[in-house]
């Protein structure tokens, strides 16, 4: 079972430059996040889907835009990347509000 | 707001010892909770979870109870090993979500290193 997957797990950026985080579940969720992990910050929430179409800020929106392309996939898009935005990146998805979250691997990336 | 508050790390302990991390909660009406683990390099697993008063969950020698009158889901472990060393984080999730915490509401994590 692949569960959520996430592409790329490394990746180095110049600052200025753009990337997209590519997030996919096989679960049939309704539910996706995008998180960030940094030393002695736990996860901040970036963004989130509730369901199908809808997309809300979560506490640490700026510098980032998100795509819930369809029900299985969930992108996160670093329009011009500050080292600021140097972290781990996380997606989770989960069935509802209420469930559990599954989380993927995880983006380690780094801005210079 | 809802939140998630749980003991500081890093906590160090030897090999077969007992553990405990404490966890409570603010929450309006009735959350469910969950106890994740990170180990390193990867991302977060649920360890288990509670979905009302006084439920306990478990796994891998693991327990939580869910205490509304405490609100607290502390993890216990009665033996550890050097292999239950991580991170672990407690964490809540309403059904009356939205707004910029979402539906989830994380703890800042609890480092755990166990020595053999």
């Known amino acids: 079972n692949a569960g959520v997957t996430q592409t790329p797990k490394f990746q180095v950026l110049k600052t200025g430059q753009s990337m997209t985080l590519q997030c996919a579940q096989d679960m049939n969720h309704n539910s996706m996040y995008w998180y960030r992990q940094d030393p002695g910050m736990g996860l901040r929430l970036i963004y989130y889907?509730?369901?199908?179409?809808?997309?809300d800020k979560g506490e640490v929106p700026n510098g980032y835009n998100v795509s819930r392309l369809n029900k299985r996939e969930f992108s996160l898009r670093l329009e011009s990347a500050a080292p600021s935005q140097t972290s781990v990146y996380f997606c989770?998805?989960?069935?509802?509000?209420?469930?559990?979250?599954?989380f993927g691997q995880g983006t380690r990336l780094t801005v210079v | 707001g809802d939140s998630v508050t749980q003991m500081e790390g890093p906590v160090t302990l030897s090999e077969e010892a007992f553990l405990t991390i404490n966890c409570t909660y603010t929450a309006t009406g009735y959350p469910s909770l969950f106890w994740y683990v990170q180990y390193p390099g990867e991302g977060l697993q649920l360890l288990l979870k509670?979905?009302?008063?006084?439920d306990k969950g478990s796994n891998k020698g693991f327990e939580a109870t869910y205490r509304k009158e405490t609100t607290s889901f502390h993890l216990e472990k009665g033996s550890v090993q050097v292999s239950d060393s991580a991170v672990y984080f407690c964490a809540l999730s309403r059904s009356q979500g939205g707004g910029s915490q979402g539906n989830l509401i994380f703890g800042k994590g609890t480092k755990l290193s166990v020595k053999p």
């Open positions: 889907s509730a369901s199908e179409g809808t997309t």
């Open positions: 989770a998805s989960s069935a509802g509000l209420a469930t559990e979250a599954f």
């Open positions: 509670a979905t009302k008063a006084d």
